[in-house]
């Protein structure tokens, strides 16, 4: 990279030979790949002897591909520039930028609001808003960990599935409403994040991963195993549908239909929930903000970038990282609560580790520790896979390459600027590259 | 030697597994005095510092912190961020150790965590924005806004320390440290890559934090020009032994320590040292 960063972006004869070199080599390495893969196509024959037919044509056509797409690729990195290097924006589209980035968030919180309105008669439209907002619930819980304590964590979906379990369990057997359920269910997975912290207390980076990982797995395996209490894998059903507060959303004469006077319709439950998670997430959101300007959140930023000098500076790192592990879990406990009365119906099938891969992925590809980059990110990871729902079997592959393609312009993720949480004159926003990732 | 001795060091012993780092040193460091600690690459010194701000356990010995209300603190048997928040006992790194991603103003409120902690009890009066936690933070920022202005960062209060020069860096790392509102304040090497303008600069900020608050600053250094010229008493290790103690001037004149420094051949060695300012 940093060779051709040093020519001039105009194409000069050197550039061009570069190019056609690198493609070359591609090209080879394809060749050299795909002869056997590929060009020699092997099958056991009718008496069981081996037969195999070439396919030269097929071979071709891939190493062409390949040769002609290195050089394409050359060319627009060429043109956008080297990756880490400061592009001149002209006056006017940076005056611009800055504009759209200050009213993106309440653009984008308008129109959310306004979605029930404007889809109301797209029952599909409405299911998909509902899920990508409780996916924008559970990175902006991960992005506490993850984000601003630095702590890597790949088994979050354990306290996903702790709070919908409490929510399911303690309904169907106790009676008790979802208003009630919801805190409690918050506050036990925060004390199975807590339970999660102190052992992982001592452990960074990959080995955190591990065990968080392993941990997320536990959580699953219990709930598989433990049939009397959670049913196994038939999950728990019936669990009851939200209240408006002890009012139900049916056809019955109790029923806030028939209590507004108004003609009762499936959709109006569907737009309960959507106001439900949107007011759920947003209270996680003002919660973080909020967090993130007092003490607790100050350590947690501090530890991500040295834990020795915090130590240093005399902060506990033990309850610190505790409490970062406690809140995201008690976030994801309560979209869990949420999820369980969503669905009617949960059993472990939900989660799986590609739960917690999902969730770590959106917080990783908004920007740790961006609000509004994790919402983008929620949005392009959910709404993006269901639009490419068309593709069909190609859908993973276009997936795929759009998440590297954006991690190779935008390494730091969507929004990989951090906001500062106090400022004496000026509120300008610290370069990604200063930021830590944090080591566990 | 006086009574008056804030921290007193006795018979440390510091071994990892078959080396001893630091074996048997006494020494003690008076109250709002500034106390040296040098000798040659190795000979201990950032191991006795480990050893006083928690980092390590000491394998034998003791370390005695003497507040100035008559509280005895026994660090020895205090470790990680309990020597910084009951005894008081601040210190810097001799590769700085900032939060590189957050503003010099943060940096210096991260410092005073344990003060805000308990005035936004423990964050629930903050999170509602109770009025009490309100003027903490008010009176948190003026105190940073104090030693920006002491450290001459006030102008780059906002931008984030990684982007900060080298010698800001390091004045930064003091001002974050004197946010605890230490009693003792350990520095480790303070001067190191610093010009000889910035050295100055630092020495006036080291003789104004004694002068001025009265803390009690134990330092490594290797810029003689520092030592020399702001210490009050000096403190020379080798191999982890202590080989000399006292006045700057007579610690520079002793033949043990300038054979330590630069070899048997005392001869040369006292041409070089006489070179120095």
């Known amino acids: ?440 | 030697m006086s009574n008056d001795n804030i921290l007193s060091v006795d018979h440390l012993m510091m071994r990892f597994g078959g080396i001893v780092a630091v074996n048997d040193l006494s020494f003690a460091a008076e109250r709002r005095k500034i106390t040296a600690l040098i000798g040659p690459n190795g000979a201990g010194k950032t191991t006795v510092f480990n050893c006083i701000t928690g980092f390590y356990r000491p394998s034998g010995g003791a370390i005695r912190l003497a507040h100035d209300d008559g509280r005895v603190v026994k660090l020895e048997r205090l470790n990680d961020f309990r020597i910084s928040r009951q005894a008081k006992v601040a210190r810097t790194f001799q590769n700085i150790r900032l939060f590189p991603g957050m503003t010099a103003l943060e940096n210096l409120m991260v410092a005073q965590h344990n003060v805000l902690m308990r005035a936004s009890g423990l964050t629930f009066l903050g999170l509602i924005g109770a009025p009490s936690w309100r003027s903490a933070e008010e009176r948190a920022i003026e105190l940073a806004r104090t030693w920006l202005a002491r450290v001459g960062l006030l102008p780059r209060a906002d931008d984030a320390a990684g982007n900060l020069p080298y010698g800001d860096q390091r004045r930064l790392e003091i001002a974050r440290a004197m946010c605890t509102e230490p009693a003792l304040l350990c520095l480790d090497e303070p001067a190191a890559g610093l010009n000889a303008r910035e050295s100055g600069a630092l020495n006036e900020l080291l003789l104004s934090i004694r002068g001025e608050h009265g803390t009690s600053i134990l330092l490594i250094e290797h810029d003689m020009s520092v030592v020399m010229e702001i210490s009050d008493h000096v403190v020379v290790m080798d191999y982890g032994v202590k080989i000399a103690e006292g006045t700057p001037q007579a610690v520079r004149d002793d033949p043990k320590v300038i054979a330590a420094y630069l070899g048997a051949d005392e001869e040369e060695a006292i041409a070089v040292m006489e070179s120095t300012p």
């Open chain 1, 1 to 440: 990279m940093s060779a051709t960063s040093a020519r001039p972006h105009a194409s000069q004869p050197s550039d061009s030979a570069f190019i056609l070199k690198k493609a070359l080599i591609s090209a080879a390495v394809a060749l050299v790949l795909f002869s056997l893969m590929i060009g020699i196509r092997t099958e056991a024959g009718p008496e069981g002897n081996l037969i195999y037919w070439t396919r030269f044509g097929d071979l071709a056509a891939i190493v062409a591909t390949v040769f002609g797409g290195s050089i394409i690729v050359e060319l627009l990195r060429q043109w956008w520039g080297p990756v880490d290097k400061e592009r001149i924006v002209p006056k006017p589209v940076q005056s611009a930028m800055s504009f759209a980035g200050r009213w993106l968030a309440p653009a984008l919180l308008g129109f959310t609001v306004l979605v029930p309105v404007i889809f109301y008669d797209q029952r599909y439209i409405l299911d998909l808003s509902i899920l990508v907002l409780t996916y924008v619930m559970l990175g902006w819980g991960l992005n506490v960990v993850v984000g601003l304590a630095g702590l890597l964590d790949l088994g979050y979906v354990a306290f996903y599935a702790v709070g919908a379990y409490s929510y399911a369990l303690l309904a169907t057997n106790f009676d008790l409403s979802f208003w009630v359920c919801l805190p409690l269910a918050g506050i036990l997975a925060a004390l199975w994040g807590v339970m999660l912290g102190f052992p992982v207390l001592r452990l960074r980076g990959d080995y955190l991963a591990i065990v968080t990982l392993a941990f997320g797995e536990i959580i699953r395996l219990v709930i598989i195993n433990w049939q009397s209490l959670t049913g196994g894998p038939n999950g728990v059903s019936g669990i009851p549908r939200p209240t408006v507060f002890g009012i139900p959303l049916d056809n019955s004469d109790d029923g806030l239909a028939a209590k507004l006077g108004i003609e009762f319709s499936p959709t109006h439950r569907l737009v309960f929930l959507f106001y439900l998670i949107l007011a759920m997430a947003l209270i996680t959101n003002w919660v973080t903000i909020r967090l993130r300007r007092l003490p607790i959140g100050r350590a947690w930023e501090a530890l991500r970038e040295d834990e020795v000098a915090c130590r240093a500076l005399g902060i506990n790192t033990t309850t610190t990282k505790l409490t970062a592990f406690a809140t995201g879990a008690m976030f994801g406990g309560f979209a869990g609560a949420f999820f369980a009365t969503r669905q009617g119906f949960i059993s472990p099938e939900s989660f799986t580790f590609q739960e917690s891969a999902l969730v770590l992925a959106i917080v990783v590809l908004g920007g740790m520790g961006s609000q509004l980059g994790v919402a983008l990110a929620a949005l392009a990871m959910i709404g993006g896979f269901e639009l490419f729902r068309g593709f069909d079997q190609y859908r993973m592959l276009v997936f795929g390459i759009a998440m590297v393609l954006l991690m190779i312009w935008r390494p730091r993720g969507l929004i990989g600027h951090r906001a500062p949480t106090v400022f004496l004159e000026r509120n300008q926003a610290i370069s990604s590259d200063l930021v830590k990732e944090g080591h566990g």
